[in-house]
T-cell receptor
Framework: QKEVEQDPGPLSVPEGAIVSLNCTYSNSAFQYFMWYRQYSRKGPELLMYTYSSGNKEDGRFTAQVDKSSKYISLFIRDSQPSDSATYLCAMRRLGAQKLVFGQGTRLTINP | DTGVSQDPRHKITKRGQNVTFRCDPISEHNRLYWYRQTLGQGPEFLTYFQNEAQLEKSRLLSDRFSAERPKGSFSTLEIQRTEQGDSAMYLC????????????FGPGTRLTVT
């Protein structure tokens, strides 16, 4: 079993919809949680970064962490075609340096 | 451009050949990381440096792989005697040190072993 599970999709939604992306994890030692966006054949781009449990909002993006359920989410409001990409969740333990990634969810926003 | 840069962006090589990739981190970042990403998967950690010291290596980093960061600036990743299974995107990231930080990724080097 992988430490971080993420549904690979693909997920296709109409423009303007609210998108919900999720990851579950098994290692309770994870303390830092990130979401990266990756366009085809490009490097991952950091979108959101949260520490421990709670919510964080940045523009149209909201990240949620529920450590009791070992579950993290990324919500995208008013989705745009330019949001079409693969979204990767990543996490790491306190004091550790390596990021552990999910498989990535491929998202398409249809005009 | 002040982001992480990688060179080359694409490399096609024949099985058995050696290849070397270069990464230039963001100038004020003292930590540098290498990851490997295969098609349809998330990146997997290979190794990281703090300044010039290589502090952690994944078991994915076989004896054919070696990474260096002389003088704590740019880094190189060399793969000797390449195999078809080495075909992947090799990603470099950098960050500042501290208890809470973010890793910023470069565009990657796509390796194809024929």
């Amino acid at each position: 079993q992988k430490e971080v599970e993420q549904d690979p999709g693909p997920l296709s939604v109409p423009e303007g919809a609210i998108v919900s992306l999720n990851c579950t994890y098994s290692n309770s030692a994870f303390q830092y949680f990130m979401w990266y966006r990756q366009y085809s054949r490009k490097g991952p781009e950091l979108l959101m970064y949260t520490y421990s449990s709670g919510n964080k909002e940045d523009g149209r993006f909201t990240a949620q962490v529920d450590k009791s359920s070992k579950y993290i989410s990324l919500f995208i409001r008013d989705s745009q075609p330019s949001d079409s990409a693969t979204y990767l969740c990543a996490m790491r333990r306190l004091g550790a340096q390596k990021l552990v990634f999910g498989q990535g969810t491929r998202l398409t926003i249809n005009p | 451009d002040t982001g992480v840069s990688q060179d080359p962006r694409h490399k096609i090589t024949k099985r058995g050949q050696n290849v070397t990739f270069r990464c230039d981190p963001i100038s004020e970042h003292n930590r540098l990381y290498w990851y490997r990403q295969t098609l349809g998967q998330g990146p997997e950690f290979l190794t990281y440096f703090q300044n010039e010291a290589q502090l952690e290596k994944s078991r994915l980093l076989s004896d054919r792989f070696s990474a260096e960061r002389p003088k704590g600036s740019f880094s190189t990743l060399e793969i000797q005697r390449t195999e078809q299974g080495d075909s992947a995107m090799y990603l470099c990231a950098s960050s500042v040190s501290g208890s809470s930080y973010e890793q910023y990724f470069g565009p990657g080097t796509r390796l194809t072993v024929t």
